[in-house]
């Protein structure tokens, strides 16, 4: 059973930074795409970046491009969002989601496993 664990969320000012990981047991790290997906209050989820399997393939929503860094270590079973020049905007659920199929996922729905999130706030 795949199972997915975020952890990095919390508290930070606006213009701060916060890093968040996600590790993924259960089946071979290197067999999913991978994103950060966030909801904020009211709002649906939405794709923040995804990476491909072999991390040679990035996707980021306009509005985070040049200040979020989405990476992955196969080694370590983990992913990573490096979130800078936050904003308060940004505040939001942060999920962590894997992907086994063949093309990159650009949708929330096309995602098989989640985490179960971490809250970002960002103040103003």
């Known amino acids: 059973q795949v199972q997915l664990v975020e952890s990095g969320g919390g508290l930070v000012q606006a213009g701060g930074s916060l890093r968040l990981s996600c590790v993924l047991s259960g089946r071979p790290f290197s067999n999913f795409h991978m994103g950060w997906i966030r909801q904020a209050p009211g709002k649906e989820r939405a794709i923040v970046a995804l990476?491909?399997?072999?991390?040679?393939?990035?996707y980021y929503t306009d509005s985070v491009k040049g200040r979020f860094t989405i990476s992955r270590d196969n080694a370590k079973n983990t992913l990573y969002l490096q979130m800078d020049s936050l904003k308060p905007e940004d505040t939001a659920v942060y999920y962590c989601?894997?992907?086994?199929?063949?093309?990159?996922?650009?949708?929330?729905?096309?995602?098989?496993?989640w985490g179960q999130g971490t809250q970002v706030t960002v103040s103003s």
């Open positions: 990476i491909g399997r072999s991390g040679g393939n990035t």
């Open positions: 989601a894997a992907d086994s199929g063949y093309t990159l996922p650009y949708r929330a729905s096309d995602y098989d496993y």
